[in-house]
């Protein structure tokens, strides 16, 4: 094929217009345009990313068949892909296998190539249409496939990844399609329990970074639960500490944001008295301090992994529940070697949940069952575990008053209130108003 017959082939020269056209959209031009033509421009653009990912897949089955890989030196056809653009070997397999299960359907990939559909809907209709049995029919596939195009117009995708498992409902009597349903999801369930995984590690800014994938029925139990944590009337979230000075705008419109704290949370009730122990020790904390810190001095202590620790930080790890606080006298021995059940015991707290209501913090709704025993009293200076001696406090409104100092007391009625220092007027919880 000569040069001239090259440039003026439909694809050179489309690919060639496609990026002129793109050259004149500055990128900056949008803030100038009405909203809703932003938002209609935005769905057409998605439109335009799905016809292209349509000549993708034509390409790269053209690419795949034609064994350019090993005439370059490639190990496969997504190895190549890598090597021309992006790096990402696994996402240019991805796109062979997905190529490849696009070219055996008959309506999808004209969707995709017409706008109709994403690529994303384009790969499940794909995948779906793969789990057919061998005996299906051409007439009943051809069913499969118009029904899952139809129903990509109105579910989500995962709505419809959802409804791939039933396609069998098309041709088949309904225990057979539970039946084949419930395989299916045994299958999934199985795969997704063997390759769950979990990661963390230390950033040494006094955060750790992470990733996991769960299986679906364990990440809704995380989800669910952080989403409670996080609901927008949680008023705990928000709550300035007076300590770091008011919470960054953008750390009240940021959801992630908002979903960290959540998830911080969460982290901090983990049930450690019943997760399994190794060599007779359980999966408890030790926090090791100075006595002068838990009476209220400022040298940092020490977690048992070696982590580092405020003076603060210390004192409230050390009223908690499941955590073993190692109190030092200047030594390195143990002057108390506290056990978490010398704290407040279950019918101490059923008490306190019934009295308190939750958080007993003026400006808290913290439900009891989120909330952590506070000594009013430091324990360290005679503080007894006892009802008159204790109240509900959440995570964070723990935090607070032991960095900040607040003062309580408890009122004539019983309740808990509360100042902050330096002032005479005492507050206490909505809840519990007089």
Same mark, same amino acid.
């Given at each position: 094929m000569t040069a001239a017959l090259i440039d003026s082939h439909p694809l050179v020269a489309g690919v060639s217009a496609l990026h002129a056209d793109l050259d004149a959209m500055p990128t900056d031009a949008w803030s100038g345009l009405e909203t809703s033509e932003v938002r209609r421009l935005t769905a057409e653009l998605t439109?335009?990313?799905?016809?292209?990912?349509? @000549? #993708?897949?034509?390409?790269?089955?053209?690419?795949?068949?034609?064994?350019?890989?090993?005439?370059?030196?490639?190990?496969?056809?997504?190895?190549?892909?890598?090597?021309?653009?992006?790096?990402?070997?696994?996402?240019? *397999?991805?796109?062979?296998?997905?190529? @490849? #299960?696009?070219?055996?359907?008959?309506?999808?990939?004209?969707?995709l190539a017409r706008g109709e559909v994403t690529f994303e809907q384009s790969s499940v209709i794909a995948k779906g249409l793969d789990k057919l049995p061998a005996d299906v029919t051409v007439q009943q596939r051809d069913l499969a496939e118009r029904t899952l195009l139809k129903d990509a117009e109105r579910l989500?995708?995962?709505?419809?990844?959802?409804?791939?498992?039933?396609?069998?409902?098309?041709?088949?009597?309904?225990?057979?399609?539970?039946?084949?349903?419930?395989?299916?999801?045994?299958?999934r369930e199985r795969l997704a329990r063997q390759n769950a995984y979990f990661r963390m590690w230390d950033e040494k800014n006094g955060m750790f970074r992470g990733e996991f994938e769960l299986p679906e029925a364990e990440a809704v139990m995380?989800?669910?639960?952080?989403?409670?944590?996080?609901?927008?009337?949680?008023?705990?979230?928000?709550?300035?500490?007076?300590?770091?000075?008011?919470?960054?705008?953008?750390?009240?419109?940021?959801?992630? #944001? #908002?979903?960290?704290?959540?998830?911080?949370?969460?982290?901090? *009730?983990?049930?450690?008295d019943q997760l399994p122990s190794n060599g007779g020790v359980g999966a408890q904390v030790v926090v090791t301090l100075?006595?002068?810190?838990?009476?209220?001095?400022?040298?940092?202590?020490?977690?048992?992994?070696?982590?580092?620790?405020?003076a603060s930080q210390a004192r409230k790890l050390a009223c908690r529940v499941g955590i073993i606080p190692m109190v030092l006298d200047g030594k390195p021995l143990p002057l108390d070697y506290g056990q978490s059940k010398r704290y407040f015991e279950k019918y101490q707290r059923i008490g306190l949940a019934n009295r308190d209501g939750g958080c007993s913090f003026p400006t808290c709704d913290r439900p009891p069952e989120w909330t952590e025993a506070h000594h009013l009293t430091p324990y360290s200076v005679g503080g007894k575990?006892?009802?008159?001696?204790?109240?509900?406090?959440?995570?964070? *409104?723990?935090?607070?008053?032991?960095?900040?100092h607040w003062e309580s007391r408890t009122a004539p009625d019983g309740h808990i209130e509360w100042r902050p220092p330096g002032t005479t007027s005492w507050q206490r919880n909505p809840r519990n108003r007089a």
């Open positions: 439109r335009v990313e799905a016809r292209v990912a349509a @000549q #993708k897949m034509a390409a790269v089955r053209a690419l795949e068949s034609s064994g350019a890989a090993r005439k370059a030196g490639a190990t496969s056809t997504g190895n190549l892909l890598a090597r021309d653009f992006g790096g990402d070997e696994a996402a240019g *397999h991805r796109l062979v296998k997905t190529a @490849q #299960k696009l070219e055996s359907t008959t309506h999808t990939q004209d969707a989500t995708i995962k709505d419809l990844r959802r409804r791939t498992d039933r396609l069998m409902d098309v041709y088949a009597a309904k225990p057979d399609v539970d039946a084949h349903e419930n395989e299916l999801l045994v299958h995380l989800k669910t639960a952080v989403d409670a944590l996080a609901a927008p009337s949680r008023a705990h979230l928000s709550d300035p500490d007076a300590t770091l000075g008011p919470v960054p705008e953008d750390s009240e419109t940021d959801p992630a #944001k #908002k979903m960290g704290r959540a998830f911080t949370d969460l982290c901090s *009730h983990l049930p450690i100075e006595h002068d810190t838990l009476v209220g001095g400022i040298a940092p202590a020490t977690l048992s992994d070696g982590t580092r620790l405020s575990t006892n009802l008159q001696d204790g109240t509900l406090l959440c995570t964070r *409104h723990h935090h607070h008053v032991h960095d900040t």
